[in-house]
């Protein structure tokens, strides 16, 4: 069974550029939600995937969007990208979303770096 | 709106004792809460995950336990090794939402 995985691993943009952030679920897996990891702190939910649709979302602006695929792989776009963007974003797969009778499981990160 | 809080922040211990990382959360209307480990710079493993109606879970030298009423989790490691050193973040699900809130993590260092 293969873990999650995401791409790229590091990354470093500039102020105002755009990003995408990339996420392939743990085999079975239908649901994808995406997380924030400033130095020092906990990951902050930004947004939950499932078949395709967002069907959560924590308090990030719009600029931060997503998609998921019918392969349940998803992606990460976050536009006009600001100083405080740079973080670990942290990418996590779950088999159901509705009675969360079952964990998550996390993917390496992305480490976004913006100057 | 739920709250996680973990105590200490910080913690350094000699290898081979016994040592429990605290989790608190302010809303007891949860499904799950999970424990993870994270290495610097890297994404979380998953430790254990109790289930609302669990008041445990064991997985080898680690035992997490679940007290919803009163809000609290505790994470025990029996005889820690320097391996161990890492942060150890605890995550509930709560059934308000979606969304999985996270503490700021416990910064464990184990000396050998």
């Known amino acids: 069974e293969t873990g999650v995985t995401q791409s790229p691993t590091h990354l470093i943009k500039t102020r105002g550029q755009q990003v995408t952030l990339r996420c392939s679920s743990q085999s079975g897996h239908n649901t994808v939600s995406w997380y924030q990891q400033a130095l020092g702190q906990g990951p902050q939910f930004i947004f939950q995937?499932?078949?395709?649709?967002?069907?959560g979302r924590g308090n990030f602006p719009p600029r931060f969007s997503g998609l998921q695929f019918p392969n349940y792989s998803s992606e990460l776009n976050v536009n006009a990208l600001e100083l405080d963007d740079s973080a670990l974003y942290l990418c996590a797969s779950s088999l159901d979303p509705v009675t969360a009778n079952y964990g998550y499981t996390f993917g390496s990160g992305t480490r976004l770096t913006v100057v | 709106k739920q709250e996680v809080t973990q105590i200490p922040a910080a913690l350094s211990v000699p290898e081979g004792e016994n040592l429990v990382l605290n989790c608190s959360f302010t809303?007891?209307?949860?499904?799950?809460l999970q424990w993870f480990r994270q290495d610097p710079g890297k994404g979380l493993t998953s430790l254990l995950l109790i289930q609302s109606s669990q008041r445990e879970q064991t997985s080898g030298r680690l035992n997490a336990s679940l007290d919803k009423s009163s809000g609290r989790s505790t994470l025990y490691i029996a005889a820690s090794q320097p391996g161990d050193s890492a942060t150890y973040l605890c995550a509930v699900r709560d059934t308000g939402g979606f969304k999985t809130i996270f503490g700021a993590g416990t910064r464990l260092f184990v000396k050998a």
């Open positions: 809303d007891s209307a949860i499904y799950n």
């Open positions: 995937y499932y078949r395709e649709e967002e069907n």
